[in-house]
């Protein structure tokens, strides 16, 4: 055993629960999943200087599938477990897992995810983003800025060697502190060699539970928002889109992160 071994062998003992050595990414990796992140952010720079009013979802789903592959890669939603397009477009009282389509035109005072998530070499990676379409209502806009600081503050509060719970316990006090609610079931992933790695992370468990941060984890910070209950019903027809329960608002906002010896470093957002 080395020394990493030893020390999370006695966390264990301690009755922590800690990463697999196999998600602990070496050097190697993090070099290649930094390729593919640099992309996926390329890609959504791409997209946010094409959204506005008028476009459709499908062309949004056009525009992904032409940029990844044009730099060598392949939209990781694409198939994905069935799923048909090549980004998630999850449209004001969507929460998220939105399909695009021809029949959805975006108008002002929308709000949109995009969530892209980019295969290269192998290597996986995935961010999302909230646009607003044109001038949205103040409480339209509202949602989306107290989501994304959210985001920032749960970044803030993740420490190498803390918690995944620290994260939740600032993305969850901030929303509600707002009024806001925290979507309980659905949550971030692990992420770099496969899509959706271990562990599963919510944003709701509280400070100081849940996996220790160890340096090479990577995985996703991506709570979903809403202004009013955090209940939600999914799609009967296509068993994907993830709606509100009670019609209101959703938003989302997803870094993609590392942790390393010194902080948390983000790898696409
Ligand atoms: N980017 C989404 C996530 O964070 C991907 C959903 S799976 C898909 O997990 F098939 F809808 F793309
Ligand atoms: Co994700």
Known sequence: ????DIKLWTLAAKGEIVPKRSLLKTPAQVR????SAALNTALLNYISKHIRAGISTAEIDRLVYSFTTKHGGIPAPLHYQGFPKSVCTSVNNVICHGIPSEKELLKEGDIINVDVSTIL?????????????????????????VTKECVELGLKAAKPWGHLG???HAVNTHARANGYSVVEEIGGHGIGLDFHEEPFVSYVT??????????GMMFTIEPMVN???PDF????ENDWTVYTADGGLSAQVEYMVLVTKNGIEVLSK
């Open 121 to 145: 070499n192998g290597f996986y990676s995935d961010a999302s983003r909230m646009f607003i379409i044109g001038d949205a209502s103040p409480r339209a806009k509202k949602l989306v800025q």
């Open 227 to 229: 202004e009013g209950s």
């Open 233 to 236: 019903y999914i799609d009967e």
């Open 1 to 4: 055993m080395n020394k990493l």
């Open 32 to 35: 290649a999943i930094r390729k």
């Open 166 to 168: 620290d994260i939740a």
């Open 206 to 215: 509280p400070k100081g539970s849940e996996m220790v941060l160890v340096p």
